[in-house]
């Protein structure tokens, strides 16, 4: 996934148009890149749980196009949520908070928590 898979998911969230996505352009790569690092542990958690090889360093993204390569959870659910609710909250206040209360309730729950389960199917 690229970090403007992540932008877009991010965007809807925040129901923003493709003109709202321009304005803000600039600021996606500093906030991401921020998200990622937050979150880093927490995905090398996940990959070792899932008998996956850790991730030795943490890389920034270094442009748009640049892919994102964390577990799925992190792709599709807590990074789009991290990033929205930071991005939007000058647009949209009381959404971009709602989505960054969701968030870091998601990355305060231990690892584990709801997610043996998708180890469990993916061992099937």
Do not use: H
Request: charged share 30%; hydrophobic share 40%; proline share 5%.
């Amino acid at each position: 996934m690229t970090a403007n898979d992540i932008y877009n998911a991010a965007a809807a969230l925040l129901f923003w148009t493709e003109d709202d996505k321009m304005d803000y352009l600039e600021n996606v790569l500093p906030i991401l890149n921020k998200v990622l690092q937050t979150t880093f542990l927490a995905n090398n958690v996940l990959r070792e749980m899932r008998k996956k090889e850790p991730f030795s360093i943490f890389e920034p993204v270094a442009n748009i196009d640049g892919t994102v390569e964390y577990e799925n959870e992190f792709l599709y659910d807590i990074l789009p949520l991290g990033l929205a609710g930071d991005i939007g909250r000058d647009d949209v206040p009381e959404i971009a908070t709602a989505l960054k209360t969701e968030y870091e309730y998601k990355i305060s729950r231990p690892i584990g928590q709801g997610i043996y389960e998708t180890i469990a199917e993916d061992e099937e």
